[in-house]
T-cell receptor, first 114, second 110 residues
Framework: KAGVTQTPRYLIKTRGQQVTLSCSPI?????VSWYQQTPGQGLQFLFEYFSETQRNKGNFPGRFSGRQFSNSRSEMNVSTLELGDSALYLC?????????????FGNGTRLTVT | TQLLEQSPQFLSIQEGENLTVYCNSSSVFSSLQWYRQEPGEGPVLLVTVVTGGEVKKLKRLTFQFGDARKDSSLHITAAQPGDTGLYLCAGASGAQKLVFGQGTRLTINP
């Protein structure tokens, strides 16, 4: 069974630009969550999608948005990039929604904003 | 807001030693998960504990969930260089999102 796939692995963008990250969950998983990981803040929850609906949202500004498609693949978009958005963005899939479900993480997209 | 505090934040020990890392909260969780993350990779689930007082063993790793379901510990016996990584605990409460601790960065020196 293929794991969670995130593309691209690395991105370098300039402040003010926008970026779209992609995540393909494990086959059959309908829940996709996104996390931002930085050395100072650890893993911060961005949002969770289940069956194309956003189920939970973290405390991030509206520049961070996401969506999920009918095949459960998900994208997240960050507009008007800031230097502080530099981080590892992790996607995780699960067979069901809710915090008690184990998460299967991808290897992340490393975003650098210059 | 539910918070999980992990201690220590950094730990560097010699191969063969034993160690314990802790995950504490003032909140009650219905379950607690432990993950290990290696450089360049995403976190990988090690174990889920769901019952207060529960102890689970995974080879040389022993996980315990506190009786009150507010804390957990991970004990590693005879640590090996392959145990090096970032250990994350994450607490769940019903339908709420999973809350992660800041992690313990463990280095095992040969």
């Amino acid at each position: 069974k293929a794991g969670v796939t995130q593309t691209p692995r690395y991105l370098i963008k300039t402040r003010g630009q926008q970026v779209t990250l992609s995540c393909s969950p494990i086959s059959g998983h309908r829940s996709v969550s996104w996390y931002q990981q930085t050395p100072g803040q650890g893993l911060q929850f961005l949002f969770e999608y289940f069956s194309e609906t956003q189920r939970n949202k973290g405390n991030f500004p509206g520049r961070f948005s996401g969506r999920q498609f009918s095949n459960s693949r998900s994208e997240m978009n960050v507009s008007t990039l800031e230097l502080g958005d530099s981080a590892l963005y992790l996607c995780a899939s699960s067979g069901r929604t809710g915090g008690t479900s184990p998460l299967h993480f991808g290897n992340g997209t490393r975003l650098t904003v210059t | 807001t539910q918070l999980l505090e992990q201690s220590p934040q950094f730990l560097s020990i010699q191969e063969g030693e034993n160690l314990t890392v802790y995950c504490n909260s003032s909140s009650v969780f219905s379950s607690l998960q432990w993950y290990r993350q290696e450089p360049g990779e995403g976190p990988v689930l090690l174990v889920t504990v769901v019952t207060g007082g529960e102890v689970k063993k995974l080879k040389r790793l022993t996980f315990q969930f506190g009786d009150a379901r507010k804390d957990s510990s991970l004990h590693i016996t005879a640590a090996q260089p392959g145990d090096t990584g970032l250990y994350l605990c994450a607490g769940a409460s019903g339908a709420q999102k999973l809350v992660f601790g800041q992690g313990t960065r463990l280095t095992i020196n040969p």
